[in-house]
């Protein structure tokens, strides 16, 4: 008897600092969750990391095993999902750079992310051929293992299209090896930093995976509530108040009620709110730190396993890659 098949599922992540709860509602526990009943690869894109990182290539490697860490302690699951790093399977660099003998420069120009990191990111020289192949290296991570399925926020949606793209045109030139990716879009919580806006490392307003409780509740009970909400007697639109959203995801429905209700009724008041969130964030965040700390107790664990991954990685990549050059009769 032959194993049913499941849908195979791809996703990575830039390995440039420490994941935060924006992180882990918004992909992580997703993930959790898919590897039930997909067969997942999670990956650090760490050759990604170089696109925009070129210049400090010495906190790769370190953000790489705190993010590995953040995904076990998120849920994620070794036994079911393989973890691996992007430079450890050749095979990403050599399809990445098959597929760029058939990638139109116009289809990389055109990428509205291209176009948008380059004028974020003004404090370094983006007019590069590896920033610009950023796609490119993309599709072949998908494609590598035949994934159907990529969980990504809705700014890597565009990126799909075009590894779709690339893909159509791939099987049209040398026949029928990839499937197209779907993107899975992840319907994220959203979560909103300490200042009112969407959190982020470079917005420093986040809040990391597994921060110690006394900073957790720091960060907190100092954090942006409702702006109009200025004094305890006003009241406030809990919609636009990231402690609300926080609530929603850590509280349950009842609680969550509560503070809709006396928000808008000013029967509660912002710190009243936050305690009550604490009360659910804390023990949260301190089970993954705990978790945390047991991993990076034992660091020949994690490379173990992520030597473990690599390898089952290596295994899959070698056999399309065989398909591959067979196809394009290499
Ligand atoms: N581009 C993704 C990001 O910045 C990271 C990534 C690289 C990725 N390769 C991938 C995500 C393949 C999904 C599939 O978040
Ligand atoms: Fe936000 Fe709660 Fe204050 Fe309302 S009561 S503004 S939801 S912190």
Not at 85 to 104: F, N, R, Y
Not at 180 to 204: F, H, I, Q
Request: aromatic letters at 6%.
């Amino acid at each position: 008897m032959t194993a049913p098949t499941r849908p195979i599922v791809v996703s990575g992540m830039r390995p440039t600092g420490r994941l935060h709860l924006g992180h882990l509602h918004g992909a992580l526990s997703n993930w959790v969750k898919l590897q039930a009943e997909h067969d997942c690869f999670f990956f650090s894109a760490d050759w990604h990391a170089l696109t925009t990182n070129y210049a400090q290539t010495a906190a790769i490697k370190t953000a790489e095993r705190e993010m590995f860490v953040d995904f076990i302690a998120a849920g994620i699951d070794p036994a079911r999902a393989t973890l691996f790093v992007q430079s450890q399977v050749k095979e990403h660099a050599e399809l990445a750079l098959l597929l760029g003998m058939i990638t139109p420069l116009g289809w990389l120009e055109r990428s509205p992310s291209y176009k948008e990191v380059r004028e974020n990111l003004t404090d370094r020289d983006l007019a590069l051929y590896g920033f610009l192949g950023y796609p490119v290296l993309m599709t072949a991570d998908i494609i590598l293992y035949k994934a159907t399925r990529v969980p990504v926020g809705a700014d890597q949606v565009a990126h799909l299209e075009l590894s779709r793209e690339i893909v159509r045109k791939f099987n049209g030139h040398y026949g029928e090896v990839f499937p197209e990716p779907k993107p899975m879009l992840t319907e994220a919580a959203k979560v909103v930093g300490t200042d009112g806006r969407k959190m982020s490392k470079s917005y420093n307003n986040s809040i990391e995976l597994g921060e110690p409780a006394e900073s957790t509740r720091t960060k907190i009970m100092g954090a942006v509530t409702d702006p109009q909400r200025k004094r305890r007697q006003d009241p406030g639109d809990p919609e636009v108040c990231g402690i609300f959203y926080l609530h929603k995801i850590y509280s349950d429905a009842a609680t969550v009620a509560w503070v809709d209700q006396n928000c808008r009724s000013a029967g509660i008041g912002c710190v009243d709110c936050k305690k009550k969130l604490l009360e659910k964030l804390e023990p949260d965040q301190e089970r993954m730190r705990e978790k945390r700390e047991a991993l990076l107790a034992r660091p020949g664990d994690l490379d173990e396993l992520v030597a473990i991954g690599n390898a089952k990685a290596r295994g899959v990549a070698e056999a399309t890659m065989a398909q591959v050059r067979a196809a394009m009769k290499l």
